[in-house]
């Protein structure tokens, strides 16, 4: 079975609420039309009756929750909830009604945040900014953790790298320009994140344009400085940098830039050392490769919230709502 129809098993086995605020967009519908007859997730989608009827026309939503901000019984207790979280950031009672009633990705998150759904999902037609700005400001790192990051889970076809062909890339979605402290935390969130998805052993790439002190540059110092912090911080993980993206995943290439490495040429897990490399890096091979591409899924933060790129299929949204309920099964 692939990586995203064991996904869908689990899911299945313990399914989870899973809210979609999207309604303005054709493909949630096709989405959530599909996850509910495969039996996925139970789901919520944000938006008027109106709305749903004319976006969703045709399609068999039968089991879907349609909850209208304007209308629900929750809304009062949601806007109380979200002055009380953003108050000291200045926000007002009418401020946090008018983003609630306007805004249903705000709303979605505090559905999440009041345990009324256990995940959402969004992205297809707003961008990563406006998608992770309200589950940043209203369900903050999961304890334990400083930063949220985002990864995509890259299913790459006919190809014998990572495992069979499975990666996590990162950060690919969030963190613009990471310190080597946030690489190192990306790197050790990434590993997490691709066991429990892949459930198989984690192995870390930290990556460059250098392999093992082949350039000198003050880009390939980060990545020596995050690779050190993670092996400190994380002995237990096979974590090994700075390595060029062959040398990483090729046998035979890492067997040579980096001799004794126990990571050259078995990665699986590839750490990029900006969003620049890592968004890009992500495109070229969903393009090029024809692989799936299944995020950006958020990692460190309290209970999922999802991204989708807005040249999202309908399909990799029932991939990425699949991925969140596994996520919201651990405990
Ligand atoms: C997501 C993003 C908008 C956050 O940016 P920001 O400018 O820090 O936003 P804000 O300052 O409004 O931060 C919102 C809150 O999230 C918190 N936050 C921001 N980034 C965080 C992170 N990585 N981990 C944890 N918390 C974070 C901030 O501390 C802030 O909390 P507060 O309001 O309670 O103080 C920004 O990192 C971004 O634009 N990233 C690039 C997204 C993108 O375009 N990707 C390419 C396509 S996938
Ligand atoms: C992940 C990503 O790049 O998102 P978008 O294509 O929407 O900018």
Redesign the pocket.
Known sequence: MGFIDTIKERAKADKKTIVLPETEDRRTYEAAAQILKEGIADLILVGSEKAVAEVGQGLDLTGAVIVDPATSDKTPAYIDKLVELRQAKGMTREEAEKLLLNNYLYYGVMMVKMGDADGMVS?ACH??ADTLRPSLQILKTKPGTKLVSAF?LMVVPNCEYGADGTFIFAD??LEQNPDPEKLAAIAASSAESFELLVQKEAVVAMLSHSSKGSAKHADVDKVVEATRIAKETHPELKLDGELQLDAAIVPSVGASKAPGSEVAGKANVLVFPDLDAG?IG??LVQRLAKAEAY??VTQGIAKPVN??????SAEDIVGVVAITSVQAQVK
């Open positions: 992205g961008s990563t995509f690919s979605g968004n992500y495109k995020g950006p991204d989708l790129s807005r040249g999202c």
